[in-house]
């Protein structure tokens, strides 16, 4: 499966975004620019990544950087699908 169609899945199903989730592109922002995207949601979110990839992720793994696009969150996932 497509990373960033892994990505979009998560993105949806974990802020449940519905619709609004299919007009994402690499660009969009979501730390800060999502009212539905807080520090709960990353926890959930990398949770979603360790189940949709079957890889662990360690602490180190995590920073703010992941999370400023969808593009940087989709390369994340990418890596953790290979």
Do not use: C, H, W, Y
């Not at 169609?5 to 592109?25: C, H, K, M, P, Y």
């Not at 709960?40 to 189940?51: F, G, K, M, Q, R």
């Not at 949709?52 to 995590?62: K, L, N």
Request: charged share 25%.
């Amino acid at each position: 499966m497509d990373p960033f169609e892994v990505t979009i899945e998560i993105l949806r199903s974990n802020l449940q975004l519905g619709e609004r989730a299919d007009q994402f592109s690499r660009d969009t922002a979501l730390m800060g620019a999502l009212p539905e995207f807080n520090s709960l949601t990353v926890v959930s979110l990398i949770t979603a990544v360790e189940e949709q990839t079957g890889s662990p992720v360690a602490d180190d793994e995590i920073s703010a950087d992941i999370f400023e696009t969808v593009g940087a969150f989709s390369d994340f996932v990418a890596n953790k699908m290979a």
